[in-house]
């Protein structure tokens, strides 16, 4: 069993940054991949990014790629999603998951655990 916990999210104005953290406790991140979601009100979850644990590679969602950065601190056993030139679009709860099949996978059922998710605002 995996706890994640998110952190990092709050209320900023556009253009603006934040650094969300999903720290993992009870087991190691390991083989995992490790991806971020976020759910608008009145919208569906979107996939955002993710990173395989073992080699590191990436994928981002076209409406992030320049501008969000996903890393992982294998010590810590934490994943961040650094976030720039934030724009009121990106305005909604931030979701880390963890899919322990291990692959690069967009698909949110295929994720296995859920964080508790953090709010991030982003004002005009």
């Known amino acids: 069993q995996v706890q994640l916990v998110e952190s990092g999210g709050g209320l900023v104005q556009a253009g603006g940054s934040l650094r969300l953290s999903c720290a993992a406790s009870?087991?190691?991140?390991?083989?995992?991949?490790v991806g971020w979601f976020r759910q608008a009100p009145g919208k569906e979850r979107e996939f955002v990014v993710a990173i395989s644990w073992i080699s590191g590679s990436t994928r981002y969602a076209d409406s992030v790629k320049g501008r969000f950065t996903i890393s992982r601190d294998n010590a810590k056993n934490t994943v961040y999603l650094q976030m720039n030139s934030l724009d009121p679009e990106d305005t909604a709860v931030y979701y880390c998951?963890?899919?322990?099949?291990?692959?690069?996978?967009?698909?949110?059922?295929?994720?296995?655990?859920w964080g508790q998710g953090t709010q991030v605002t982003v004002s005009s």
């Open positions: 998951a963890a899919d322990t099949a291990g692959a690069i996978t967009m698909a949110a059922p295929l994720y296995d655990y």
């Open positions: 009870g087991r190691t991140f390991n083989r995992y991949t």
